[in-house]
């Protein structure tokens, strides 16, 4: 039977997701007593986000010696629970955004909010091969300009899944610490911007196998080496290495908003003001990754769930809620 701890109760903010946008969001809206509620997720997100999966976090203010993803989650969940902000250990199921004030629905807690921000973060596409669980945060990775100045990879031969932007992007970025860098693309062509492309067909450290796809990734403790297939053979040949870097895309966390805020069409919420975390909703604001496909970076989503609380508090001053 279903367990309604907060049944119905209404919360000023309720902030949904636990990535450092999110706790940046609850950071803020408690010091401004405004006592938001959080959804931290469970099963479709793990509390803490993609962080949680990040062993060394070097580029980070404030660590000079680095920290760990866990490490640093939990510092801000901390931080948060310190200020007051009540967390839910459970996932948001749907949202009804079409009556005021807007209802939430948990795994096992239902509850009313003035004000709504979104905070759930994307999800890196991997590839279910051989290997890629098992040496994941080992030597594969889907976030190049997160990790590849990592010890474990200077000076070594680097493998970049894909074959668009973000691919030519992280294989050029990579150049600057890689002794090699292989980009695997299944087709003949680079589906690139045709200036990133040039740049990687030009530049002496990058090579392109076309029509190859990865097949697995092997090693000891870490990645030692990858087999990657011929499509137009079928050959199959193994090639060493200590990395490989999914830049196949991410997914963003929005399905339970379909049809609820406007999205684009890569599932992103669409923000109508550059320079504002509101929605096509009002009164329902978003942070990180969920809306940011260009920067991705722990430290930007950290920025805009500070300017997603400010501009929450704002409006519900505006609204005369609080």
Not at 198 to 206: G, Q, S, T
Not at 296 to 320: N, P, T, V, Y
Request: glycine share 10%; net charge neutral; with cysteine.
């Amino acid at each position: 039977m279903k367990q309604n701890v907060y049944f119905m109760d209404k919360h000023k903010i309720v902030i949904i997701g636990s990535g450092p946008a999110g706790h940046t969001a609850a950071v803020y809206a408690s010091r401004a007593n405004l006592h938001p509620l959080m959804y931290e997720g469970f099963y479709s997100g793990a509390p803490g986000g993609q962080l949680m999966t990040t062993t060394d976090v070097e580029n980070y203010p404030g660590f000079p010696d680095g920290i760990s993803g866990p490490d640093l989650m939990l510092a801000m969940r901390g931080q948060s629970v310190r200020f007051g902000t009540k967390i839910l250990t459970e996932d948001v199921k749907e949202v009804d955004l079409s009556k005021r004030p807007f209802v939430i629905t948990g795994d096992k807690t239902d509850v009313q909010a003035d004000a709504i921000i979104v905070a759930t973060g994307a999800s890196a596409k991997r590839l279910d091969v051989p290997g890629a669980e098992q040496y994941w945060q080992r030597g594969v990775t889907a976030c190049a300009v997160c990790d590849g100045a990592m010890p474990l990879f200077r000076d070594q031969e680097l493998f970049v899944i894909g074959g668009g932007d973000t691919a030519v992007e992280d294989a050029l970025f990579l150049t600057k610490f890689a002794k090699k860098v292989h980009i695997i693309h299944r087709r003949g062509e680079l589906r690139a911007s045709k200036i990133m492309a040039k740049r990687a067909l030009e530049n002496p450290k990058i090579e392109i196998h076309w029509h190859h796809v990865l097949v697995s990734i092997t090693g000891d403790q870490v990645v030692q080496a990858v087999n990657i297939e011929n499509l137009n053979s079928g050959e199959i040949i193994s090639k060493k290495g200590a990395g490989v870097f999914f830049a196949i895309g991410h997914k963003p966390n929005t399905d339970f908003l379909r049809g609820q805020v406007e999205l684009n069409e890569f599932g992103y919420i669409h923000m109508p003001e550059r320079f504002s975390t509101a929605t096509t909703v009002k009164g329902v604001f978003a942070a990180g990754d969920v809306y940011d496909f260009k920067y991705r970076q722990a430290i930007s989503a950290a920025g805009s769930g500070c300017r997603a609380a400010l501009d929450c508090e704002k409006w519900l001053l505006e609204e005369g809620l609080i």
